[in-house]
């Protein structure tokens, strides 16, 4: 994959991440049910929405700063070692900053 490629897919994933969060957050500003047992209900599933969204924005960080790193030319090496990483590691996690025996 090129870094024209990389690039292309983790801006199609930030679009992603960034269309879900705000309908988290959304979500998460809805008024409450007036009964009770609803709005045990609606606290339990705003739980849920609020660590996935966190986990969300979190994803969104890595892959602001990979690409950053895309920008600045360090995008592909560990940013621990300074080794390559490979092909397959990014195929799979294109907002790593680490190579496979650095990330353990």
Not at 13 to 34: C, I, Q, S, W, Y
Not at 46 to 51: A, F, I, S, T, Y
């Amino acid at each position: 994959m090129t870094i024209q490629q990389r690039k292309e897919t983790l801006e199609a994933r930030r679009n992603v991440l960034t269309g879900h969060l705000v309908e988290v957050e959304h979500a998460l500003d809805a008024p409450m049910p007036k009964d009770w047992e609803d709005r045990s209900s609606e606290r339990q599933g705003d739980e849920v929405l609020e660590r996935l969204g966190n986990a969300e924005l979190d994803e969104l960080r890595q892959i602001d700063a990979a690409l950053a790193r895309l920008e600045e030319g360090s995008y592909g090496y560990c940013q621990i070692c300074g080794d390559a990483i490979s092909e397959e590691r990014l195929d799979l996690i294109p907002a790593t900053p680490f190579c496979k025996k650095c990330a353990k």
